[in-house]
């Protein structure tokens, strides 16, 4: 079957990596992560990845420990490392072959961001994990995954959460709140719609990056959306 997208970046929250744990990394849903993975790369597509670090730490829970913003923030983006390594191990356990890329210098366990060299990767089959966020204090994973899915010339963001697309309030708060399919840039900005955070949101929309937020947590949601099927919302 024909793919919509061929060259994808995926935004993984650290949280979904506890599924019902409190923190940590769930083995469960690291495997659930991997297979689902797997499957898009299988059929054909070039793969990068941005996940987040939240089930480990958060740079914004800093300031009630009297972390500094800037050491909390780098304190996240080294568990976005932990998490990057622990889906990299799964993803190469399943034969797809891996590299982990950082934003920060870590010789021993991962390479540093290089643009050509990460274009290089995906023309060659491999899946690319971008971690420790965009190297800098103050920048969300989101504006990681903006920043590095506009460098590779990514088709599509593909925004996985534990939601089915974007709503127009909380649905768990207000039971007449209905979910876009397709919604613009305009609107989302309109609306106040929390969907990334504002700097990330603008970089997509200055690059004409579409983003489709969804629930991965769904088995084969991730390849259906691949084959063209309408999964979540789209943001365009």
């Known amino acids: ?4 997208y061929k060259r994808v970046l995926l935004k993984l929250s650290g949280e ?7 923190y940590g990394i769930n083995p469960d849903m690291l495997q ?3 297979e689902e993975i797997t499957a898009i790369v299988k059929q054909g597509v070039e793969l ?4 987040g670090g939240g089930n480990i730490f958060r740079g914004l829970q800093a300031s009630k420990s009297n972390i500094s913003r800037v050491q909390g923030d780098y304190m996240g983006m080294l568990a976005t490392v932990i998490n990057g390594l622990a889906l990299q191990s799964a993803l190469e356990n399943n034969g797809i072959f891996t590299r982990l890329m950082t934003a920060i210098a870590m010789d021993q366990i991962a390479e540093p ?3 050509r060299r990460a274009i290089s990767h995906l023309e060659k089959g491999r899946v690319i994990i971008f971690s420790a966020g965009t190297g800098n204090p103050y920048f969300t994973t989101d504006s990681a995954a903006a920043l590095r899915a506009s460098e590779i010339n990514a088709d599509v963001i593909l925004k996985g959460t534990r939601v089915d697309g974007i709503y127009t309030a909380d649905p768990e708060k207000d039971p007449l709140a209905t979910k876009y399919d397709n919604v613009s840039f305009a609107e ?7 969907i990334m955070d504002m700097t990330a949101f603008t970089m997509c929309s200055e690059n004409d990056m579409p983003i489709i937020v969804f629930n991965i947590e769904k088995p084969k949601n991730l390849s259906r959306i691949i084959q063209g099927e309408l999964v979540g919302t789209l943001v365009e």
């Open 1 to 4: 079957m024909a793919i919509r």
């Open 16 to 22: 979904s990596l506890m599924g019902e744990d409190e």
């Open 32 to 34: 659930h992560y991997a």
């Open 48 to 51: 990068a990845i941005v996940i």
């Open 113 to 115: 961001y290089i643009r």
């Open 188 to 194: 989302v900005i309109k609306s106040k719609l929390n």
